[in-house]
């Protein structure tokens, strides 16, 4: 398949809305060429007087079809509509070549609650976002109503939030084995052992420098994330001596939520859990990511349903009180009973936090090699899993409050945090909807300065690599240096002095 871009330049959206309707498609882009043979789209804008005239081709299995609209060009915001009306014409038209109907309609970012928050701070009822989204972007009601629900949750929590509050988080990006779907950058310890040492004691600096820049800016530390990777596969006594580099390096008087990923059940020991209990951690993430044992083997995780239920057992006995699990709506090998199977264990579990994600597929990950694979890709049930998960998370008295999507995800789909209510996981609301500063430690991390008067947002990339954080550790502190920098120009700002 091809995209054909004549008179414009509105490559990005367009060619991610046709692979949502052609997940695994090569798409060849051209610009301002005649159409070859093959499937195409072929996108035309000419100016003709006072108008934008926009013109849509779709050749598809032997059919041609065509629509065209206009735009007027007074219109302050005419590139942006003309790149809607583009994402709309295409949609209809593959939409009835190919008969599918993606629920999020021409909407391919990754943070669709924003767009509801807006519209909220304005007033704008909820009936008619819920039209203008299914007129406009083709979003299906049932969506919009998940994102105004969602949006509203985290407006009750985020709101109590202060200009020179920050978050914390650090990277262990190291993993027992790689999962078959996986394509974070985590290092298997088997790989990656020898490294780990050195990791840890660079992060531990990091961690001290980090601290004396939040004290000199009088930065007010509320949340605390360790994820990963899985930061459990550390043994309990390494585990502590971070939690303690924290502690001494940071004050933790104002903090809220302390979370640390205690991921997977094959690197949870009761050990661990009473070091990062005694860290003072709020909130621990144990992740299934399924109940059936047939998709854990399918999918590389190293360990059962029952040692995952055996761990949850044993944070509940130690005092956990806010746990969260993690699942995912279409792995390899599982079916629409074996995911109800898994909801059904979790809310009997009754976990403070349920988190359901949608498979994505990414390039890298082995999951996507595989002809088989990628035939699962296009037919499975996990459309109907993401619905069913809403249905009896609500029904049990969870709510959503946060939601987001990722490119390659399967049929489209989102990412949604549910909880019971007043168990909302603030650092994740604060990462998704970017609304306050992240300083992130360790490798691939990247700290995001967030001005929450302006909206003004500047990040700071660590390097991806542990071998590279490690061996270009000065110039991971240069980078910080970014940080005193952000908050330096903006008190000049506040001042008048800029
Ligand atoms: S535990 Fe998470 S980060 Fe580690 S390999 Fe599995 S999916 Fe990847």
Same mark, same amino acid.
């Given at each position: ?114 767009l ?26 049932q ?12 407006r ?52 001290r ?17 360790f ?33 640390v ?124 899993m ?27 789909? $989102?990412n %949604?945090?549910?909880? /019971?209510?007043? !168990? +909302?996981? #603030?650092?994740?609301?604060?990462? =998704? ?10 490798a ?5 300065l ?7 947002? $500047?990040? %700071?990339?660590?390097? /991806?690599?542990? !071998? +590279?954080? #490690?061996?270009?550790?000065?110039? =991971? ?22």
């Amino acid at each position: 398949m091809t995209l054909y871009l004549n008179g414009h330049t509105y490559k990005y959206e367009l060619e991610h809305l046709i692979k949502m309707f052609f997940p695994l498609i090569k798409l060849g882009i051209v610009y301002n060429e005649t159409e070859g043979d093959g499937g195409a789209v072929v996108t035309t804008l000419t100016e003709e007087d006072e108008e934008y005239r926009l013109t849509v081709t779709v050749r598809y299995e032997g059919e041609t079809i065509s629509r065209m609209e206009t735009v007027s060009r007074n219109r302050t915001d005419c590139s942006a509509e003309c790149e809607r009306v583009f994402g709309v014409l295409i949609y209809e038209l593959l939409e009835s070549l190919t008969g599918t109907s993606p629920k999020w309609g021409i909407l391919t970012g990754i943070r669709p609650v924003k767009l509801v928050s807006a519209r909220l701070e304005n007033g704008e009822p909820d009936e008619r976002i819920v039209q203008e989204f299914e007129r406009d972007y083709k979003v299906k009601p049932q969506k919009t109503k998940l994102l105004l629900e969602t949006a509203k949750v985290e407006r009750s929590v985020v709101s109590r939030r202060a200009e020179n509050d920050f978050s914390l988080y650090i990277a262990i990006p190291f993993c027992p084995t790689r999962c078959q779907y996986c394509s974070f950058v985590s290092h298997s310890v088997e790989q990656a052992k020898k490294l780990i040492p050195d990791y840890l004691l660079t992060l531990r600096h990091e961690i001290r420098e980090t601290g004396k820049i939040a004290a000199e800016l009088g930065l007010k530390l509320k949340t605390v994330y360790f994820g990963g990777g899985t930061p459990t596969v550390l043994r309990a006594e390494q585990l502590a001596e971070l939690f303690d580099e924290v502690r001494e390096c940071f004050d933790l008087s104002n903090c809220v939520e302390y979370t640390v990923e205690a991921g997977r059940a094959d690197t949870i020991t009761a050990k661990k859990l009473a070091a990062i209990q005694n860290a003072g951690a709020t909130r621990i993430s144990i992740n299934p990511q399924s109940f059936e044992d047939d998709v854990l083997e399918e999918i590389g995780r190293k360990h059962t349903a029952a040692q995952v239920i055996d761990c949850y057992h044993m944070a509940r006995e130690l005092g956990f009180d806010n746990i969260n699990m993690d699942f995912i709506a279409g792995l390899k090998g599982d079916t629409l009973d074996g995911f109800k199977r898994t909801m059904e264990t979790a809310l009997a579990l009754e976990p403070e936090n349920i988190t359901v994600h949608t498979l994505s597929v990414k390039r890298s990950s082995s999951l996507y090699q595989d002809a088989e694979s990628l035939r699962m890709i296009r037919d499975n049930p996990t459309s109907a899993m993401v619905d069913y998960s809403q249905q009896v998370l609500e029904a049990a008295g969870y709510h959503p409050y946060y939601l987001y999507r990722q490119k390659n995800t399967l049929q489209n789909l $989102e990412n %949604v945090g549910f909880c /019971k209510p007043g !168990y +909302e996981g #603030i650092y994740n609301i604060y990462i =998704m909807e970017e609304l306050q500063t992240i300083l992130a430690l360790g490798a691939g991390a990247v700290t995001k300065l967030v001005d929450q008067g302006s909206g003004l947002i $500047e990040r %700071v990339f660590n390097y /991806k690599f542990p !071998y +590279e954080y #490690i061996g270009q550790f000065d110039e =991971m502190l240069r980078r910080k240096e970014q940080v005193r920098t952000f908050y330096e120009r903006k008190r000049l700002c506040a001042d008048g002095a800029l």
